[in-house]
């Protein structure tokens, strides 16, 4: 489905209605592409690209990444055009920037009414490698103090979708000044990134 040229590849950033700041972490994507490009042997395009969720051009991507820390609303098309893209091999991960969870839910209930969001456990691929992860998804910012926890909608046994809750790897992934995060916190932030990038490239 996803055309992958020799010399690159290339993301997105969801821009979704509802007031939500879907803009939220701009330093994050950016830094995680250098990362991987770096680490991994990824050849992603420097800059990611901004796509609507009712857009046609969602289809070009083979990965999706959303934050925010407010509500998400999805149109009836917006749902139409999600579920197609996730359906034909698209992949979309939701970061909850801290206050998003209950809307997101809601949306993506919408999405997949018969699928469950249902809790990765730590022995899944996607925390093996290329970087071991045994407890699962790391805490990156404390926020309420919860365990950090990593959701999943599985389409014919592949993750289609993936949510990462209370840990908000993107603000992991920003410029060292935004949050002052320590070196090695900022280090597992972008080691997770890397893990999801090497799930959607080389699986």
Request: with cysteine.
């Amino acid at each position: 489905m996803f055309a992958t040229h020799a010399t690159s590849q290339e993301i997105a950033l969801l821009k979704y209605n509802g007031g939500g700041d879907w803009y939220s972490n701009p330093t994050a994507l950016p830094n995680l592409i250098k990362y991987c490009n770096r680490t991994i042997n990824t050849k992603i395009s420097a800059k990611p690209a901004t796509v609507e969720p009712g857009s046609p051009d969602l289809l070009s991507y083979p990965f999706v990444h959303m934050t925010g820390h407010g509500n998400v609303v999805f149109s009836d098309n917006d749902i139409q055009n999600l579920r197609n893209y996730l359906e034909g091999g698209g992949f979309l991960h939701i970061d909850d920037n801290y206050g998003m969870d209950q809307y997101i839910r809601r949306e993506i209930k919408r999405i997949f009414p018969a699928s469950e969001l249902v809790e990765l456990p730590a022995s899944h691929v996607i925390f093996q490698k290329p970087n071991p992860f045994p407890s699962g998804i790391p805490k990156i910012h404390e926020h309420d103090g919860k365990r950090p926890q990593a959701f999943g909608v599985f389409l014919n046994g592949r993750l289609a979708v993936l949510y990462t809750f209370e840990t908000d790897l993107g603000d992991g992934w920003e410029d060292t000044e935004v949050h002052n995060d320590p070196a090695e916190v900022r280090e597992k932030a972008l080691k997770m990134g890397a893990n999801i990038m090497s799930y959607i490239f080389n699986n």
